[in-house]
């Protein structure tokens, strides 16, 4: 069974940057599509950026492009999410997802394309 953990999380001025870590263990799917999700409090879970299995193909949302960057090390089962001039609207907490089946060398932005997620970490920015 897949696990996923997440790490890098806190608290962060306005502008400044942070780098969400999803380590990846267990499960017999090799190298899964994975992404990252955010949902702020009273708010639903949103799409924020995703990835392709070998790391070719990338996607982020609208509200974040030109800010923030995917990106996954397979040798380290381990994807990251940089996060740079962050806003006070980022603020949330950031799940992990990867697909929990397939092949498919294509990113996957909706929440329900995805059988495991994280916990969760909390990334507050502050004005």
């Known amino acids: 069974q897949v696990q996923l953990i997440e790490s890098g999380g806190g608290l962060v001025q306005a502008g400044g940057s942070l780098r969400l870590s999803c380590a990846r263990s267990?499960?017999?799917?090799?190298?899964?599509?994975m992404g990252w999700f955010r949902q702020a409090p009273e708010k639903e879970r949103e799409f924020v950026a995703a990835?392709?299995?070998?790391?070719?193909?990338?996607i982020v949302a609208d509200s974040v492009k030109g800010r923030f960057a995917i990106s996954r090390d397979n040798t380290k089962n381990t994807m990251y999410l940089q996060m740079n001039s962050l806003k006070p609207e980022d603020t949330a907490v950031y799940y992990c997802?990867?697909?929990?089946?397939?092949?498919?060398?294509?990113?996957?932005?909706?929440?329900?394309?995805?059988?495991?997620w994280g916990q969760g970490t909390q990334v507050t920015v502050s004005s």
């Open positions: 997802a990867a697909r929990a089946s397939g092949l498919s060398l294509r990113t996957y932005t909706q929440s329900s394309e995805y059988g495991v």
């Open positions: 990835i392709s299995r070998g790391g070719s193909r990338t």
């Open positions: 267990g499960g017999t799917l090799s190298d899964p599509p």
